[in-house]
Nanobody
């Protein structure tokens, strides 16, 4: 089992950058597939990006490709989301998620992820 705590959200102007962190507890963090989702008001939770347990495979939704990256540090048990060139449409509550699998499969459906953090708010002003 793993517990996830996000941090790093805030208010930023369009074109700016933010780095979110997801601190994980539990001895098996390094074997989990990790990901980020986001949910804007009135919308469903959507997949943003994911990374395999080793960090060798990543996946991104089209709207963030080239702008977001998600490094992970298995020594510090931390996942990051580096967000550059932010746009107002990136405004949402961002969630860290984990899947208890070492397979490099990144499902877009939230129900297929096993553990969730409480979320951190990102607001991008125009």
């Amino acid at each position: 089992q793993v517990q996830l705590v996000e941090s790093g959200g805030g208010l930023v102007q369009a074109g700016g950058s933010l780095r979110l962190s997801c601190a994980a507890s539990g001895r098996t963090f390094s074997t989990y597939t990790m990901g980020w989702f986001r949910q804007a008001p009135g919308k469903e939770r959507e997949f943003v990006a994911a990374i395999s347990w080793s960090g060798s495979n990543t996946g991104y939704t089209d709207s963030v490709k080239g702008r977001f990256t998600l490094p992970r540090d298995n020594v510090k048990n931390t996942l990051y989301l580096q967000m550059n060139s932010l746009k107002p449409e990136d405004t949402a509550l961002y969630y860290c998620a984990a899947r208890d699998t070492m397979r490099s499969i990144f499902p877009w459906g939230p129900s297929e992820w096993d553990y969730w953090g409480q979320g951190t708010q990102v607001t991008v002003s125009s």
